[in-house]
């Protein structure tokens, strides 16, 4: 089956940490741009951290710039998002993306339309 299924959610308190994983199956995600997105209740879809087909192209939304950090790996199949020094305003259902026809980081984290794939989320609950 072809999906990608994101994992590593749940409550944090803040300053806490969190890491989590979008792991691909049925396809590879070498010739993909992939990303993170999140969406809160009310709020619009923000991309959080995208990673473009070359190596070294990333991107981070201005929010997250400094406590986020995306790392791919195409071997295994799988994108990650280490986020430190949590806070309450990062609560959100995070999902993660890939897209075929997309190749830089920042284009993908803008991109306001649909994905190739996407998964169905993961819950993310900043609180003391």
């Known amino acids: 089956q072809v999906q990608l299924v994101e994992s590593g959610g749940g409550l944090v308190q803040p300053g806490g940490s969190l890491r989590l994983s979008c792991a691909a199956s049925g396809f590879g995600l070498d010739r993909y741009a992939v990303g993170w997105f999140r969406q809160a209740p009310g709020k619009d879809r923000e991309g959080v951290s995208c990673?473009?087909?070359?190596?070294?192209?990333?991107y981070y939304a201005d929010s997250v710039k400094g406590r986020f950090t995306i790392a791919r790996d195409d071997a295994q199949k799988t994108v990650y998002l280490q986020m430190n020094s949590l806070e309450p305003e990062d609560t959100a259902i995070y999902y993660c993306?890939?897209?075929?026809?997309?190749?830089?980081?920042?284009?993908?984290?803008?991109?306001?339309?649909?994905?190739?794939?996407r998964g169905q989320g993961t819950q993310v609950t900043v609180s003391s």
């Open positions: 993306a890939a897209d075929e026809f997309i190749s830089r980081a920042h284009h993908l984290c803008e991109w306001g339309g649909s994905h190739d794939y």
């Open positions: 990673a473009g087909k070359d190596k070294d192209d990333t």
